[in-house]
């Protein structure tokens, strides 16, 4: 199982920015499920990118790679700004 929670803010930040990556069972009406995913949140607002029933633990490593590109590029772009 992993679970791992990152806050994106400072302590002194009003903001609740938040990084969840999650992998392992959770319960949902008395049942084990495996779950995984991938959570990002700022403020009021967060997205979450799973690993659907029709994805492969290759898919969702391929989505979460192409996400982590481009968020490389983008920061790349800003600092060169």
């Known amino acids: ?10 302590d002194k930040s009003d903001s609740t920015g938040s990084v969840v990556a999650f992998d392992g069972k959770v319960t949902y009406k008395g049942k084990y499920l495996d779950e995984r ?12 990118l799973h690993q659907t029933s ?19 590029q983008f920061i790349e772009y800003l600092e060169l700004e």
Not at 1 to 10: E, I
Not at 37 to 48: H, N, P, T
Not at 54 to 72: Q, S
């Open 37 to 48: 995913f991938l959570e990002i949140a700022d403020c009021r607002s967060k997205i979450r």
């Open 54 to 72: 029709d994805d492969t633990k290759e898919d969702f490593l391929v989505k979460i790679k192409l996400l982590k590109t481009e968020i490389e």
């Open 1 to 10: 199982m992993y679970n791992k929670r990152t806050w994106l803010n400072s």
